[in-house]
C-alpha cells in the first residue's frame, strides 16, 4: 500500500519561506514520478510542481515558477518543495502525489493515483 505523508506546513508572513517534505513507501521510490499539488478554500486543486523519477523534467504551475523547487532525495525515499517569497495567494492545502507509472520521462497529471493527506501553508500578510 502506497503511503504519502506530509509535513512542514505552518503560518509564514508574506515573503518568508517554507520547504514541505513528502515522504513516500510502499512503492520503489525511485521509479516513479512525483508531485506537489495545492488547494485553496473554494477553488479546485491545482498542479505545483513535478519532478520525473529521473530529475531530469521539472514542470512547474505557472503561478510559481522562479519561486518554488521541487527535489527528491532517492536513499530518504522524500520529496521537497522549496517554496520562496511567498504571498498570500500561495495559501492551501498542499498535497504530495505519486506517478502510478514507473519511469515515465514526462509528467503527466492523469498518472497520479496515491496521495498524501495534506498539509496546510497560510501566507499572512
Known sequence: Q???VESGGGLVQA??????SCA???LIFSRHGLG???QAPG???????????????????????GRFTISRDNVKNTVYL???NLTPEDTAV????????????????A???????????TVSS
Do not use: H
Open 43 to 65: 477553488k479546485e486543486r491545482e498542479f505545483v510542481a513535478g519532478i520525473t523519477w529521473s530529475g531530469g523534467s521539472k514542470p512547474y504551475g505557472d503561478s510559481v515558477k
Open 15 to 20: 515573503g518568508g519561506s517554507l520547504r514541505l
Open 36 to 38: 506537489w499539488f495545492r
Open 2 to 4: 502506497v503511503q504519502l
Open 94 to 109: 498542499y498535497y504530495c502525489a505519486a506517478d502510478r507509472v514507473e519511469w515515465s520521462e514526462e509528467i503527466v497529471l
Open 82 to 84: 522549496e517554496m520562496n
Open 24 to 26: 513516500v513507501s510502499g
Open 111 to 121: 498518472n497520479f493515483g496515491s496521495w498524501g493527506q495534506g498539509t496546510q501553508v
